[in-house]
Nanobody, 123 residues
Framework: QVQLVESGGGLVQAGGSLRLSCASAGGTFSSVGLGWFRQAPGKERVVVAAISWGGADTTYADSVKGRFVISRDNAKNMVWLQMNNLKVEDAAVYYC????????????????WGQGTQVTVSS
């Protein structure tokens, strides 16, 4: 059983930066692919970024490429999402998730989810 707890959300002005953190407990952290998803009000939950078991491979949604960076530290059981040049449309609840797959962008492949952290971007 993998437990995930996100932190780092908040209110930021457009153009600003935030760093989301996700701490994991339980399971074998180094053997799970990790992803960040987001869900805005009235919209579906969509992938933002994903990272492979060891961190060698990453993938990003087109909307965040060049602005967001996903990283992980298996020794600390942590995964992060560095968000730069934030836009109003980035506002959402952000979720950390874990998958037994090496790396995946499909929400259906993720077995474990955090409770989410709110990101609000003001214009």
């Amino acid at each position: 059983q993998v437990q995930l707890v996100e932190s780092g959300g908040g209110l930021v002005q457009a153009g600003g930066s935030l760093r989301l953190s996700c701490a994991s407990a339980g399971g074998t952290f180094s053997s799970v692919g990790l992803g960040w998803f987001r869900q805005a009000p009235g919209k579906e939950r969509v992938v933002v970024a994903a990272i492979s078991w060891g961190g060698a491979d990453t993938t990003y949604a087109d909307s965040v490429k060049g602005r967001f960076v996903i990283s992980r530290d298996n020794a600390k059981n942590m995964v992060w999402l560095q968000m730069n040049n934030l836009k109003v449309e980035d506002a959402a609840v952000y979720y950390c998730a874990a998958s037994p797959r090496y790396i995946t962008s499909s929400a259906g492949d993720y077995n474990y989810w955090g409770q989410g952290t709110q990101v609000t971007v003001s214009s």
